[in-house]
């Protein structure tokens, strides 16, 4: 069972920066893509940032040239810098995690605010 430990939300004022980042409890040679996923309160859970094996890389239009995905493949971890930051970014944030043998995986999320 792989497990997904998140950290770096929290309150940022608006156009304020945050790194989200997600470690994975399993073996490199296992770990597909990761990513980063976000549910707003009465809203369904949409992608934000997706990393590949390889680095690939796919952002929601609404993110693209204000994050950034990044990912440790030495340390099995995912990161999300958030720049720029807007109200409308307000939202639990999910890493999320697929496995080389089809499995996937989500974290417990944090929650990031941003607000003045």
């Known amino acids: 069972q792989v497990q997904l430990v998140e950290s770096g939300g929290g309150l940022v004022q608006p156009g304020g920066s945050l790194r989200l980042s997600c470690a994975a409890s399993?073996?490199?040679?296992?770990?597909?893509?990761m990513g980063w996923y976000r549910q707003a309160p009465g809203k369904e859970r949409e992608l934000v940032a997706r990393?590949?094996?390889?680095?690939?890389?796919n952002y929601a239009d609404s993110v693209k040239g204000r994050f950034t995905v990044s990912r440790d493949n030495a340390k099995t971890t995912v990161y999300l810098q958030m720049n720029s930051l807007k109200p409308e970014d307000t939202a639990v944030y999910y890493c999320?995690?697929?496995?080389?043998?089809?499995?996937?995986?989500w974290g417990q999320g944090t929650q990031v605010t941003v607000s003045s």
């Open positions: 399993a073996t490199i040679s296992t770990l597909n893509a």
């Open positions: 990393i590949t094996r390889g680095g690939s890389t």
């Open positions: 999320n995690l697929d496995t080389i043998n089809g499995r996937n995986y």
